[in-house]
């Protein structure tokens, strides 16, 4: 059994995008510049968020974090949203998930400019990333496919069961994992909560991506000898032992699967990691084109008019 050390892959990444910056300083190129915005106070978004920016300091990113009041209104929130697609300094803007009831995510999410949804929850990104055109990969996904691929983990002709159909993990890994490409060319079955024969599924199983949020689901009994998981749950669960009062646990029972993988994740320090430096990547990304001297503006696509209104320019 190996360890899938999303720790070691994401430094890696993180060290290549750090020379690309200073690339980009000494051609006199601005610096990618990251906008994140949480609403609340919720323990682990905030954990999340702070990592995020935090690693964009390490590598030489810009970052602006907007923590906004839980009690902020949806009216309130897409004007931030909408002044962050107007602001030509920002590349990048992360709404972080969830939000509280009275928000519409739909509509925050559909006002992003997709120019700069860098964690690819747009429709316009996620219709791409299903016609496999060129776009932002959300940045779980994108972290699973650059851990595969960091491991030379091959996928084609796989049988990938897929725990969990959630809009930011299960649904899209699913489909990247099908498409007709490098990091694809598996077979697919997408499992939820109202699957049948769950168990026999997973046996049959090559990789086991489990994206449910449940701790310690996936058994010992229901994963054949050799198999690859990918666990993505990062559930806490209370632990008065721990100074924090919590311990993180993943989706898989790991005491007791891990010994029959070729390879697993750990949790914490596997999927968490490469979904941040995915997210960088998706940021880099976004500023080369969006300030690309090819692209119309120095890569600003849009006119926003005069008043105010938002009008994306395809
Ligand atoms: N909440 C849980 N995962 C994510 C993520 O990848 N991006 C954002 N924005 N919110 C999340």
Request: glycine share 8%.
């Given at each position: 059994?190996?360890?899938?050390?999303?720790?070691?892959?994401?430094?890696?990444?993180?060290?290549?995008?750090?020379?690309?910056?200073?690339?980009?300083?000494?051609?006199?190129n601005?610096v990618?510049?990251?906008?994140?915005?949480?609403?609340?106070?919720?323990?682990?978004?905030?954990?999340?968020?702070?990592s995020?920016v935090?690693?964009?300091?390490?590598?030489?990113?810009?970052?602006?974090?907007?923590?906004?009041e839980?009690?902020?209104?949806?009216?309130?929130?897409l004007?931030?949203?909408?002044?962050?697609?107007?602001?030509?300094?920002?590349?990048?803007i992360?709404?972080?998930l969830?939000?509280?009831?009275?928000?519409?995510?739909?509509?925050?999410?559909?006002?992003?400019?997709?120019?700069?949804?860098?964690?690819?929850f747009?429709?316009?990104?996620?219709?791409?990333?299903?016609?496999g055109?060129?776009?932002?990969i959300?940045?779980?996904?994108?972290?699973?496919?650059?851990?595969?691929?960091?491991?030379?983990?091959?996928?084609?002709?796989?049988?990938?069961?897929v725990?969990?159909?959630?809009?930011?993990?299960?649904?899209?890994?699913?489909?990247l994992l099908?498409?007709?490409?490098?990091?694809?060319?598996?077979?697919?079955?997408?499992?939820?909560s109202?699957?049948?024969?769950?168990?026999?599924?997973c046996?049959?199983?090559?990789?086991?991506?489990?994206?449910l949020?449940?701790?310690?689901?996936?058994?010992a009994?229901?994963?054949?000898?050799?198999v690859?998981?990918?666990?993505?749950?990062?559930?806490r669960?209370?632990?008065?032992?721990?100074?924090?009062?919590?311990?993180?646990?993943?989706?898989?029972?790991?005491?007791?699967?891990?010994?029959?993988?070729?390879?697993?994740?750990?949790?914490p320090?596997?999927?968490?990691?490469?979904?941040?430096?995915?997210?960088?990547?998706?940021?880099?990304?976004?500023?080369?084109?969006?300030?690309?001297?090819?692209?119309?503006?120095?890569?600003?696509k849009?006119d926003?008019?005069?008043?105010?209104?938002?009008n994306?320019?395809?």
């Amino acid at each position: 059994m190996q360890l899938l050390d999303g720790k070691l892959a994401s430094q890696a990444i993180k060290d290549d995008l750090k020379i690309k910056v200073e690339e980009l300083k000494k051609q006199g190129n601005k610096v990618p510049h990251l906008a994140a915005v949480l609403v609340g106070n919720n323990g682990a978004s905030e954990t999340y968020v702070a990592s995020k920016v935090k690693s964009c300091e390490e590598i030489g990113f810009k970052s602006t974090l907007l923590h906004l009041e839980n009690n902020v209104s949806e009216e309130e929130l897409l004007e931030v949203i909408h002044k962050l697609n107007y602001d030509k300094d920002v590349d990048g803007i992360l709404m972080q998930l969830p939000m509280p009831k009275h928000i519409s995510e739909e509509k925050i999410i559909n006002l992003i400019d997709p120019a700069k949804d860098v964690d690819g929850f747009h429709p316009v990104s996620v219709g791409k990333m299903v016609l496999g055109s060129e776009t932002f990969i959300s940045a779980t996904p994108y972290g699973i496919l650059l851990l595969l691929h960091h491991y030379n983990i091959k996928t084609k002709g796989k049988h990938a069961v897929v725990i969990g159909r959630s809009n930011i993990v299960g649904r899209p890994i699913s489909i990247l994992l099908s498409r007709n490409d490098d990091t694809g060319n598996c077979t697919v079955t997408l499992c939820h909560s109202h699957t049948k024969n769950l168990k026999e599924i997973c046996l049959q199983a090559d990789i086991i991506i489990a994206a449910l949020g449940k701790p310690g689901f996936l058994k010992a009994d229901m994963v054949k000898q050799d198999v690859v998981i990918i666990d993505v749950g990062i559930t806490r669960v209370s632990d008065a032992s721990k100074k924090s009062g919590y311990t993180l646990k993943g989706d898989v029972d790991f005491e007791n699967v891990s010994s029959m993988c070729s390879y697993i994740t750990p949790v914490p320090g596997g999927v968490g990691p490469m979904t941040i430096a995915a997210l960088l990547m998706n940021t880099y990304k976004a500023c080369c084109e969006n300030h690309s001297p090819l692209s119309p503006e120095g890569g600003n696509k849009k006119d926003y008019g005069g008043d105010g209104e938002l009008n994306i320019v395809h």
